[in-house]
């Protein structure tokens, strides 16, 4: 009687089953045949091995069908309505009774596996210790063979401790995930009896069910223990600032200026987080951001430039409409950042070479020519109408004494982004993207050309720089050494936000939370007056923390 009480289950219920029968019944020339037929036309509109008439009597049946069923579902529906809230309801009463008799049984079986599993362990350990006691009375003379002999047996009663764990660990997780599937079962059923229609509650509920199912200290702290380590710096951070007499870092002016500080370093590390993803990296990002800053200073400049470049120049292009300028600069930084990240982007992709030697290369050619190109000279300020235009701020009013700004800046950062999630996730560029990250080989074999999607994310990177290296030029004047060390924050970003170094693994929204956490770290140093040189020790546990945790969770997947 024990073990009847125990099998049962929704399923089994004779009058849930009366219910779906009727249901089903009801639904069958409706509902049913209606999404059905659908179906069926949408199939019968592309099938291109049949002849134009014989496609439009199919459509001509199926759209009668259609209305038949349209008519049918529509007398139906309020009988169905009822009879549906009505099964719904029982079901939600017997499931509950169900449940606790489920989660009575499986914590019985986890209370008697608890005692089985600590009997066994002190039987491990007894015997264990039987073994090294009758190792030493065997009056082994040599002292190595002694130690050998005791080690064989330590590790034996290890190995046999381990496996004791293993066995037991099983049986609580097989208790745990049949409690849990006992609300899964209930939910589903929720659902057929709906006819498919989920509930946001019931949702909800199931997936809290699941994390507590399959949560574990251990996974939460290797997959969460960085963060949590930042959020207590940046409260200690918070707490201290009045201490020093620094003032108040939470503050809605601050927030703002790291945001605005994070918005072109967003671009860097979109672009790089794609290279990441295929296990690769860029070091050619900071003199990117230089290539693209100077061309558009260059540009925009009110007047006659005092730089020129390789003997040409210097330029007075104030001539130009100035919407024309900003085309023309924005343009132009686009098109050479692209130009050199497909450059070394093609000895990757075509040659293997590791993007860390071809981005290296590249980083070279490009400094060397900015540097040779300008004398090192900056190239000045940009015309300030356009400055405040694109790079300035709306006032928002003042807030206890304090005038709030907001910085423009941030609007193109979020454009980038929310682009950025829509190729990784909803194309088949981005699949392909995880697919080649993940494994190259096997992405070959399945058909997707290796080549073409790592030089498509060179290439999408060298766009990502444009845009950030021509709004760069708007936050400070533009010269051959502007962005200097932007290639390892924007990688640090990355890793920190998640994105693997092992290739296949992260998502875009790592990569944004990822740079806004390390501009606040650097914003908090300077605003605690920590000195420049410590912040670059910050950020490297930072990073060294990062990929440890990404490397740990790598092995363990392996």
């Given at each position: ?19 779906t ?112 006691q ?24 290890k ?20 409690k ?10 929720n659902r ?21 199912t ?8 290797l ?44 671009f ?61 600069a ?42 040779y ?71 070959a ?84 007056g ?17 990929v ?11």
């Open positions: 009687m024990a073990e009847n009480k125990e099998m049962r289950s929704i399923e089994t219920d004779s009058r849930i089953q009366e219910y029968s009727r249901l089903r019944a009801l639904r069958a020339d409706g509902v049913t045949k209606l999404a059905d037929c659908k179906i069926a036309l949408t199939a019968a509109k592309k099938n291109q091995l049949i002849d134009e008439a014989e496609r439009k009597a199919q459509v001509d049946r199926l759209n009668a069908e259609i209305e038949k069923a349209k008519k049918v579902a529509e007398a139906n529906k309020a009988e169905i309505e009822a009879l549906s809230r009505e099964a719904v309801a029982y079901t939600n009463s017997v499931a509950k009774e169900i449940e606790a008799e489920v989660t009575a049984v499986q914590n019985k079986r986890m209370a008697g596996a608890k005692a089985y599993y600590a009997k066994e362990v002190a039987e491990i350990r007894a015997a264990g210790q039987k073994r090294e009758e190792i030493q009375k065997l009056g082994i003379q040599d002292p190595k063979e002694l130690k050998a002999e005791l080690s064989i047996a330590r590790y034996e009663t190995s046999a401790l381990y496996d004791a764990k293993s066995r037991f660990q099983q049986q609580i997780d097989r208790a745990k995930a049949a849990n599937q006992a609300y899964v079962d209930h939910i589903q059923k057929e009896l709906r006819n498919g229609k989920a509930k946001f509650s019931e949702d909800m509920a199931m997936k809290w069910k699941n994390y507590k399959n949560f574990s200290a251990s996974k939460f702290f997959a969460n223990g960085l963060y949590i380590a930042i959020i207590i710096f940046f409260i200690v951070c918070i707490i201290i600032a009045p201490m020093r007499g620094a003032g108040n870092l939470l503050t809605l002016p601050n927030i703002f200026t790291i945001l605005e500080q994070s918005s072109t370093r967003m860097y590390a979109l672009g790089v987080a794609g290279l990441i993803l295929l296990a690769g990296t860029d070091l050619s990002i900071g003199r990117m951001v230089a290539l693209g800053s100077v061309t558009t200073g260059l540009i925009l400049h009110p007047g006659m430039n005092i730089v020129s470049f390789m003997g040409m120049g210097p330029w007075d292009f104030t001539s130009m409409p100035m919407g024309g300028r900003v085309l023309m924005l343009l132009l930084s686009i098109i050479l950042c692209t130009a050199f990240a497909t450059f070394s982007g093609f000895f990757s992709a075509k040659l293997k070479m590791h993007p860390f030697i071809s981005t290296m290369a590249t980083q070279l050619i490009i400094y060397g020519m900015l540097f190109g300008t004398s090192g000279t900056p190239v000045g300020s940009i015309d300030r109408g356009i400055k405040d235009l694109i790079g300035g701020r709306w006032v928002l009013g003042a807030l206890n004494g304090q005038l709030i700004t907001f910085p423009k800046l941030i609007i193109p950062a979020i454009i980038a982004a929310v682009i950025a999630w829509i190729i990784w996730n909803k194309t088949t560029f981005g699949k392909n993207m995880y697919a080649v990250g993940g494994n190259a080989e096997a992405a074999v399945s058909g997707i050309s290796v080549f073409w999607v790592t030089l498509g994310v060179f290439m999408m990177a060298g766009v990502f720089y444009g845009c950030g290296s021509f709004l760069e030029a708007f936050r400070a004047n533009a010269s051959a050494g502007t962005g200097q060390g932007y290639e390892m924050d924007a990688i640090a970003a990355c890793v920190v936000g998640g994105i693997s170094f092992n290739g296949g693994i992260g998502k875009i929204g790592g990569a944004v939370v990822g740079v806004i956490i390390f501009t606040s770290l650097t914003y908090c140093l300077t605003f605690l920590i000195d420049t040189n410590l912040q670059f020790v910050f950020k490297g546990f930072i990073i060294l923390a990062a440890s945790l990404d490397s740990i969770k790598y092995l363990k997947k392996k």
